[in-house]
């Protein structure tokens, strides 16, 4: 079974400065990744996604994760915080099988930004 | 952009009452799916739905769930006899194409409180 695993359940940052968001991955063969991002409450809005195209993957506001094999990793990084990203992400694994398709999701990382 | 909606956005119940999530997904979707989040805990595949029937179910979704697509463009989980253990926030996703590389869209979520 593939599973992720989020290294931290709280992250807190100063507005301006870079962000760091961890997340390891389980798989015995290449994964399909995601991080989605949940405001309060709000639903799960889709970040990125790797599906082995690229390595480095550019997702929404700024966000992008790196895929590195060799890690079994899969961190989610922004240059710049900014308030608004205040919110929960969770790294997800996909698998499939037969007419189904789920999702596995990491336990979140809870990201504050402060002034 | 489309949205996945879900009615209502809470929902308090008596316990050992019925009670009927809806959610009105994406519409050229055709892949349906329910997660939980109960407080504090991580996401958790429920259930995924295609061609009007179970793709895929976890051990989670026992006899008191079952799900619908009653029209064209709904998609309810219905749990039959409510338990306090079943109070959580309920996220409806859809999808349009099977694989894993496809993100799934999710609602802003129902929560549930039974009391």
């Known amino acids: 079974a593939q599973s992720v695993t989020q290294l931290d359940s709280h992250v807190s940052v100063s507005e301006g400065t870079p962000v760091l968001l961890r997340c390891n991955y389980s798989?015995?063969?290449?994964?399909?990744l995601f991080w989605y991002v949940q405001h309060p409450n709000k639903g799960l809005q889709l970040l990125l996604k790797y599906t082995s195209a690229a390595t480095l993957v550019k997702g929404i506001n700024g966000f992008e994760a790196e895929f590195k094999k060799s890690e079994t990793s899969f961190h989610l990084t922004k240059p710049s915080a900014h308030m608004s990203d205040a919110a929960e992400y969770f790294c997800v694994v996909s698998d499939q099988t037969g007419t189904a398709s789920k999702l596995t999701f990491g336990t979140g990382t809870r990201l504050q930004v402060t002034l | 952009e489309p949205e996945v909606t879900q009615t209502p956005s809470h929902q308090v119940t008596q316990m050992g009452q019925e009670v009927i999530l809806r959610c009105v997904p994406i519409s050229n979707h055709l892949y349906f799916y329910w997660y939980r989040q109960i407080l504090g805990q991580k996401v958790e595949f429920l259930v995924s739905f295609y061609n009007n029937e179970i793709s895929e179910k976890s051990e989670i979704f026992d006899d008191q769930f079952s799900v619908e697509r009653p029209d064209g463009s709904n998609f309810t989980l219905k749990i039959r006899s409510t338990k306090l253990e079943d109070s959580a926030m309920y996220f409806c996703?859809?999808?349009?194409?099977?694989?894993?590389?496809?993100?799934?869209?999710f609602g802003d979520g129902t929560r549930l409180s039974i009391l």
């Open positions: 996703a859809s999808s349009n194409l099977l694989s894993r590389n496809q993100p799934q869209h």
């Open positions: 798989s015995s063969y290449s994964p399909s």
